[in-house]
C-alpha cells in the first residue's frame, strides 16, 4: 500500500517481534505528517498503533544526551551529538509499530489493522 511498509530484515537477523515496525514514507503520502497518519489510524479503531518512544538513536536517547549520574568521567567526555547519526534519526522518525498478538483472535486483529491503516493510506487527502 502506499506509504506504509514493513521493513526488510536480512535473513540472518532474528528479530525480538515484540512488536511490528512498519516504515512510514510521508513522501509516498503528499507529505502527511506520521503523527496525523497514526491518529487517524487510532480513529479508525487501531488504538494499539504507537509511535516509538523509548526505541531510537543511543544519541538521541536522554540517558546519553544528560549523563547525570553515569560511572565517574563518562559525564566529563564529549559523546556523539544527536545529530552525527541522520538515518537512525529517520529511521525513529519514520517508523510506527504494531503489537504482536498471540491468542486465537490473532487473525481477526491483524486483518482489522490491516484494513484501518489501508483506509488511512488510500484516503490520506482528506486529511491534508
Given amino acids: ?22 516504515r512510514y514514507d510521508r ?8 503523527d496525523q497518519f497514526v491518529t487517524a489510524v487510532h480513529a479508525e479503531g487501531a488504538r494499539e498503533t504507537d509511535l516509538p518512544g523509548s526505541t531510537r538513536s543511543t ?6 544526551q544528560r549523563p547525570g549520574a ?13 545529530e552525527d547519526y541522520p538515518a537512525a534519526r529517520l529511521v525513529h522518525s519514520s517508523t510506527m509499530k504494531l503489537p504482536v ?12 489493522y490491516v484494513t484501518a491503516i ?3 493510506a488510500l484516503n490520506h487527502k482528506v486529511l491534508l
Avoid at 513522501?27 to 506520521?34: E, F, I, V, Y
Avoid at 498478538?101 to 482489522?112: C, F, I, Y
Fill in 70 to 82: 553515569l560511572p565517574r568521567g563518562y559525564a566529563d567526555t564529549d559523546g556523539a551529538a544527536a
Fill in 27 to 34: 513522501d509516498a503520502l503528499d507529505g502527511l505528517p506520521l
Fill in 101 to 112: 498478538w498471540h491468542s486465537e483472535q490473532d487473525p481477526t486483529l491483524a486483518n482489522a
Fill in 1 to 22: 500500500m502506499p506509504g506504509v511498509h514493513v521493513p526488510k530484515l536480512d535473513d540472518r537477523a532474528r528479530p525480538p517481534w515484540y512488536a511490528l515496525p512498519l
Fill in 59 to 64: 544519541a538521541d536517547h536522554p540517558l546519553f
Fill in 118 to 120: 489501508t483506509k488511512v
